[in-house]
């Protein structure tokens, strides 16, 4: 497995259109998808956030209002790509919302021709006005999940610090590699990262110690640590980059959302050195994260 992991990595180093996967909820991937969203905006690039989740909880934590029309009627085809746009409180940082009517496309999708690739026809005009899209998938691996892989050239995966955590990665990766042979033969890990991590458990050590080991370079040097302020701030309608930038969640956000621009940039020439990396290393230690 290890060396089918790191062909892909390599292979999606240029990748800008990402999709937050884990059939586990509450392992932050809504909050990730948010926050590196929002310092991606931050840090001049364009972005679209893509709510793909029925539950709507990406739409509702960047404050935007009304949900329709939205990713459901752009599947549909009832409504244009640029109808469905929502400007953001962050500059650069766009928004397709989502609303309960798109747990009915789940079904409706079941009896199409080419059901999985929805997604990837009705995001074709975002390919050239975004540096990043970011598509956020309910926590299953359903039809839904299926379109956001089949769009994506990478996936990001959120792993939450504990043993169950362990076993759901391992399914998922059999299932990327199912969407490789079958669905989209370009799809690559962006990376793993880790979440809600608490230094003061030996569990949490222990799982970033042993995904580390065993997947090396495909884990981001950044951790989330769990943070009162992440939670806090959709309730508020907006990304903890405004909510609370001092926060120990805003800073290990930054650092991850500038890790993932080293990622998906083209690898610098021969003879020239590598920017620095000391904006990840400034959230790496791992005893100094966590706050109320």
Known sequence: ???????????????????????????????????????????GKSVLLVDFDAQANL????????????????????????????KSAVQGLDVIPASIDLSGAAVELIEQKERDFFLKKALVPAR????????????????????????????????????????GLSLLLKTIKRIQKSLNPQLGIGGIFFTMYDPRTKL??????????????????????RNVRLSE?????????????QCS???????LSLELIRRSSPPAPVGESAAPAS??????????????
């Open 59 to 86: 739409s509702s934590g960047m404050g935007i209002k009304p949900l329709k029309p939205g990713v459901y009627e752009l599947l549909a085809g009832t409504v244009p790509f640029d109808k469905v746009i929502r």
């Open 204 to 225: 949490a050590q222990d799982v970033v110690k042993q995904v580390s080991a065993y997947f090396k370079s495909a884990v981001f040097t950044t951790i989330i640590p």
């Open 279 to 292: 904006a990840a290393a400034s959230t790496n230690s791992n005893g100094g994260l966590h706050d109320a």
């Open 128 to 167: 050239n006005r975004y540096d990043f899209i970011l598509i956020d998938c309910p926590p299953s691996l359903g039809v839904l999940t299926l379109n956001g892989m089949a769009a994506a050239n990478a996936v990001l995966i959120p792993m939450q610090c504990e043993y169950f955590a362990m076993e």
């Open 249 to 255: 969640g805003a800073r290990a956000y930054r650092s």
């Open 233 to 245: 701030a959709p309730s508020y309608g907006m990304p903890v980059s405004l909510y609370d930038p």
């Open 1 to 43: 497995m290890l060396t089918f992991f790191l062909r892909i990595v390599y292979i999606v180093s240029m990748g800008k259109t990402y999709v937050f996967v884990n059939q586990k909820g509450g392992v932050g991937k809504t909050t990730s998808a948010i926050n590196i969203g929002a310092y991606l905006a931050e840090a």
